[in-house]
Structures are given as C-alpha cells and as structure tokens.
T-cell receptor
Framework: NAGVTQTPKFQVLKTGQSMTLQCAQD?????MSWYRQDPGMGLRLIHY???????DQGEVPNGYNVSRSTTEDFPLRLLSAAPSQTSVYFC?????????????FGPGTRLTVT | KQEVTQIPAALSVPEGENLVLNCSFT??????LQWFRQDPGKGLTSLLL?????REQTSGRLNASLDKSSGRSTLYIAASQPGDSATYLC??????????FGAGTQVVVTP
C-alpha cells in the first residue's frame, strides 16, 4: 500500500490563480479530509467526506472546493488563490467515519501565494 | 465547540530526562485521542491512539494516558534522546470523524 499520497509537494501561485491539490489513498478508506496548518495554530479542518459523493464543510472552508467521485480520490480546489491561503495542506483518511479508527496523513503540500 | 490546548508550547530538556507533554480538551464526547509527532517541514507521524474507553496506551518508551471526565491526556516519553526533538500534536476525534488539533508542543532534547 502506498498509503495517502499528495501532489504536488510544493507549489507557488500568483493571487487570483486557481489550482487543484491532489489526494489519493489505496486503503479503501471511507473517510477523507483536508486540513491546513499555519504557524502557531495547529491543523484546521477545511472539508471532509464520509464516502464517495458525500462532502461537507469543516472549520475553514471559504475559498476551497472539493468533490469525491471515487473512494480513492479527494481533490481540493482553490478557486481564486489569495495570500491568506499560503499554508501547508494535509490530506488524511480513515477506514470509517464514526468508529474509533486512527487517521492516516499524507506528506503535505506546501503552497505559497504571492 | 471543542477546544484543544497543549501546554507548554515549547520545552527543552537534557538528554535522559523524562518528557511530560500535556493536552486538554473542553468536550468529553470524543471517540478517541491521537498523539502525533511532526519533524520540521515534514508530515504527521501517528504515535499512539487511545480509544475513549481506555485509560492508557503504551508503545516502547511512549505512554499516553487519558482522563475523559477531566478532559486531559498526557504523553510521557521515558529517557529522552536528541532524536525525540520534534513537535508533538494531540488531536481528539469528535462527531463526523472530525479531528480537532492542539497547536502542539515543540520539544528540544539537548545532548
């Protein structure tokens, strides 16, 4: 198993550009989520999905869009990048939503918006 | 709303000392609590997972306790080594599988 993979590892965008951060898992996990990590603030939940075709907003969803057409993939779209979206983005997955499984994290994508 | 706090924000200890890291949370309705390690510029490595029904969990030099009623967890690292230098994060799993993270404790172990 490759686990949770994320691409790209690094990205620089100009304000107003759009892009998609890719996340994939090969463990047949039901639950997937996106977090952003900013200095001194820990990780904050952006969006999550409890299964293919089902997504919902987390704590900081503004400026981001998600969809989940397959169990394996959960891309995060930045619609019009802003400097405030400069952050490190982590994707995570877990076998089930409600049961007491741990979450597995990808290696992260470092995004800089100039 | 669940709030997770980690104190202290930073800690420096000489090699060989035991490390004690604290995590507190405001809502006891959790599924589990997970401790992570993060090295600079890297992702999160899961260290220990404690289910809500458990009191503690151990792995090698690591021991984590959970007191759900008082909203506290403690991570103990015995006989610290320079390789233990990292940021340690705790996270509680609540409704809809959401993880709520603390801001972390940055640990430096000096030789």
């Amino acid at each position: 198993n490759a686990g949770v993979t994320q691409t790209p590892k690094f990205q620089v965008l100009k304000t107003g550009q759009s892009m998609t951060l890719q996340c994939a898992q090969d463990m047949n996990h039901e639950y997937m989520s996106w977090y952003r990590q900013d200095p001194g603030m820990g990780l904050r939940l952006i969006h999550y999905s409890v299964g293919a075709g089902i997504t919902d907003q987390g704590e900081v969803p503004n400026g981001y869009n998600v969809s989940r057409s397959t169990t394996e993939d959960f891309p995060l779209r930045l619609l019009s990048a802003a400097p405030s979206q400069t952050s490190v983005y982590f994707c995570a997955s877990s076998p089930r939503t409600y049961e007491t499984y741990e979450q597995y994290f990808g290696p992260g994508t470092r995004l800089t918006v100039t | 709303k669940q709030e997770v706090t980690q104190i202290p924000a930073a800690l420096s200890v000489p090699e060989g000392e035991n490390l004690v890291l604290n995590c507190s949370f405001t809502d006891s309705a959790i599924y589990n609590l997970q401790w992570f390690r993060q090295d600079p510029g890297k992702g999160l490595t899961s260290l220990l997972l404690i289910q809500s029904s458990q009191r503690e969990q151990t792995s090698g030099r690591l021991n984590a306790s959970l007191d759900k009623s008082s909203g506290r967890s403690t991570l103990y690292i015995a006989a610290s080594q320079p390789g233990d230098s990292a940021t340690y994060l705790c996270a509680v799993k609540g409704s809809w599988g959401k993880l709520q993270f603390g801001a972390g404790t940055q640990v430096v172990v000096t030789p």
